[in-house]
């Protein structure tokens, strides 16, 4: 008999503990998972390492290191040209994932109406089953997985609490326009409805600018943001993230994340401090490397027979497979692990309704060049089209 809650239960095991272990097993190369093949920054971990010898070991605030805290508003102020309050507006979290947990675990009433986009990030919606909440969801469909307004103004009713819109958007690669975040601006004023919104993409565009839903008029009084120091420092394993949101906000975030993780490892605090407070240069390089790691396999991609949908930013595109023969998601990705040699997600997990995703595969390209290589190189040799 299983002793699992049958709240977790429901949700079954996570689509990347499950892949991650298939393919090592396997001896998969590993473009599913997203973290990086390389190690972060030395001048960040170097701050980390020389917090460990010189500094504070114990327990940091549970709001996070003033240091950190300072860095985060100034990174914010370059970003947007706004302030937030380091004391009241700014809360330092383990990684975005309890961000997202605090943040929708302080904000909601059980009975509560959560709208979600799909595909969305696996742990949203088992966090508003957590909170008690019930989710009602829209889907972006391929090619140009555009936010359906009229469709989305049909979820928002008199229980919405919160919206959670993820942009840069995993898995699509989607960055949100101006006319799709004020279109979702004008439902959230209109219903009164509180919007999260996950960046920890924030530094990967290509060839388009950010839109930060906080910007919006009037919207950062009803806007939670959300980041980390995974992605933007190749630190995927350091799970340091924050919420930023006015005081009213701050202090239902803070009320959850004082009882989920009190705080967060004090030594990464200083790392991150560190990274943030890079020169403009740091963000810039970071963006351009992207861009040539996503052309590159976007091109190999495309020479294997996949028909690819080109990101605007994020580090993962999604290619359709069914070219290859009709096979689900996850069968297809069963047969690249086993038969081929390369490991990918399958997205169907990231929907409703698992068909949604089923003509799908996720690459991940936050990997060096010679592992890229070589996975087209199997890719090539393994993968045939049907006549
Ligand atoms: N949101 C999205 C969209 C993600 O892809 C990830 C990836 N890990 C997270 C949140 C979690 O971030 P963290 O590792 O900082 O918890
Ligand atoms: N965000 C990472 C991805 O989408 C994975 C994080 C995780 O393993 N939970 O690949």
Redesign the pocket.
């Known amino acids: 008999m299983s002793y699992v809650s049958s709240r977790f239960a429901s949700f079954g095991s996570s689509v990347f503990t499950e892949i991650t272990s298939v393919a090592r097993r396997a001896g998969a190369i590993d473009l599913g998972q997203?973290y990086p093949t390389w190690e972060g920054p030395d001048f960040v971990k170097e701050a980390a390492v020389v917090a460990i010898r010189d500094r504070s070991n114990q327990y940091p605030p549970s709001i996070g290191l003033p240091v950190l805290r300072e860095a985060i508003a100034a990174r914010w102020k370059l970003d947007t040209g706004m302030t937030a309050d380091p004391d009241t507006e700014i809360t330092v979290t383990s990684?975005?994932?309890?961000a997202?947990a605090a943040t929708i675990l302080g904000l909601i009433e059980p009975g509560d109406e959560i709208i979600l986009l799909e595909p969305f990030?696996d742990s949203y919606p088992v966090c508003a089953e957590m909170a008690g909440a019930t989710v009602r969801s829209v889907v972006l469909r391929p090619p140009d997985f555009a936010i359906p307004l009229d469709e989305l103004e049909s979820v928002f009713g008199d229980n919405t609490q919160l919206i959670l819109v993820?942009s840069p958007h995993?898995p699509t690669g989607r960055v949100f326009s101006r006319e799709e975040l004020e279109g979702i601006a004008q439902l959230c004023r209109r219903h009164d409805v509180i919007a999260v919104t996950?960046e920890?993409y924030e530094h990967m565009t290509y060839d388009t600018d950010l839109v930060r839903m906080a910007t919006l008029g009037d919207m950062w009084e009803r806007t939670v943001s959300l980041s980390?120091?995974?992605k933007t420092f190749s630190l995927?394993g350091w799970?340091t993230?924050w919420a930023i949101a006015p005081v009213h906000l701050s202090e239902a975030v803070r009320a959850a994340h004082q009882f989920l993780t009190y705080t967060v490892p004090n030594p990464m605090q200083w790392g991150t401090a560190a990274g943030l407070g890079a020169g403009q240069s740091y963000f810039d390089e970071l963006r351009s490397d992207y861009q040539r790691r996503r052309d590159f396999l976007a091109d190999g991609l495309g020479r294997v027979g996949f028909d690819v949908f080109l990101p605007e930013g994020t580090y993962f595109m999604l290619a359709d497979h069914t070219g290859f023969g009709e096979r689900t998601d996850v069968e297809f990705v069963h047969h690249l692990i086993n038969e081929v040699g390369v490991a990918a997600i399958p997205p169907s997990s990231f929907y409703t309704d698992p068909s949604d995703g089923s003509a799908l595969v996720r690459f991940a390209f936050c990997k060096d060049d010679p592992t890229m290589e070589a996975a087209l190189e199997r890719l090539e040799a393994g993968l045939r089209r049907p006549p």
């Open positions: 997203g990684g975005c994932t309890e997202l990030y993820n995993n996950d920890v980390s120091t995974g995927t799970k993230g």
